[in-house]
């Protein structure tokens, strides 16, 4: 297949939907939402019949599977705790899904990817994954480089989820992507075929797509949250 329908296509009418073989790097500073909003990702392309592997640096395996469920079947915590929501089929709807939060070495992830051979890797967050490299530019240098060469040998699309710097992040209201920086990753800018950011500006979210490669690039959108816990979001442009 040359591409993948999105959960958004507001913006897949931007980017020309996910494209097999390119990275896509979702930015944001802490506590923004980044990890939220790729769970409506995931659990699209697992309901499209695709193979997804999450490598989750950030929380426990338990605790990302509470938020994938209560976006897959739009409950909240509280209901899984009750048990009331859960089906005897659930296993099933996330057999294409796997896990991992204890793999950090950007070797091992390779291992792991080209074991599978899935459609989808996301990695949260690019920061926590860790190499032999001792200085931050030779570590970023060598995760962008090894990701994307990840994504053009085995045919999937790779989306790494970034940290920006938090003293960046609190300037984005006055919006300038030559101001935007990465938590010690200016490579990842490079080696991605298209980069979201999210960011608030005081109680909005938003989210500007600051680079796409092969089509138009600083297109911003409002995103109205229907519910937090349960990452449902809906996209309007912002003109």
């Given amino acids: 297949m040359l591409w993948f329908w999105t959960p958004y296509p507001e913006i897949d009418k931007v980017t020309e939907w996910f494209i097999p073989w390119h990275v896509y790097t979702i930015w944001a500073y802490s506590n923004t939402g980044k990890s939220r909003f790729c769970y409506s990702y995931v659990n699209k392309f697992l309901?499209?019949?695709?193979?997804?592997?999450?490598?989750?640096?950030?929380?426990?395996k338990g605790i990302f599977l509470k938020n994938i469920i209560c976006n897959r079947y739009w409950v909240t915590s509280n209901d899984i705790m009750h048990a009331w929501c859960v089906k005897d089929?659930?296993?099933?709807?996330?057999?294409?899904?796997?896990?991992?939060?204890e793999v950090y070495m950007i070797d091992e992830i390779e291992q792991v990817v080209q074991f599978y051979k899935p459609d989808f890797?996301?990695?949260?967050?690019?920061?926590?994954?860790?190499?032999?490299?001792?200085?931050?530019?030779?570590?970023?240098?060598?995760?962008?480089?090894?990701?994307?060469?990840?994504?053009?040998?085995?045919?999937s699309c790779v989306v790494s989820i970034s940290q920006l710097s938090n003293a960046v992040g609190k300037q984005l209201s006055c919006w300038d992507t030559d101001f935007?920086?990465?938590?010690?990753?200016?490579?990842?800018?490079?080696?991605?075929?298209?980069?979201?950011?999210?960011?608030?500006d005081w109680e909005e979210l938003n989210l500007h797509i600051a680079k796409n490669k092969y089509w138009r690039a600083k297109v911003n959108f409002w995103i109205e949250p229907e519910n937090w816990e349960q990452s449902k979001f809906r996209l309007k442009p912002r003109y």
């Fill in 47 to 60: 309901q499209d019949g695709k193979s997804v592997i999450f490598f989750n640096l950030e929380v426990s």
């Fill in 180 to 200: 935007i920086s990465l938590k010690g990753a200016g490579e990842l800018y490079a080696s991605s075929d298209g980069i979201f950011i999210l960011y608030r």
């Fill in 89 to 101: 089929d659930m296993m099933d709807d996330f057999k294409n899904l796997k896990v991992f939060d």
């Fill in 121 to 155: 890797v996301f990695i949260d967050f690019i920061q926590n994954v860790d190499t032999n490299n001792k200085s931050a530019y030779e570590k970023m240098s060598e995760i962008a480089k090894k990701i994307q060469r990840l994504a053009i040998t085995i045919w």
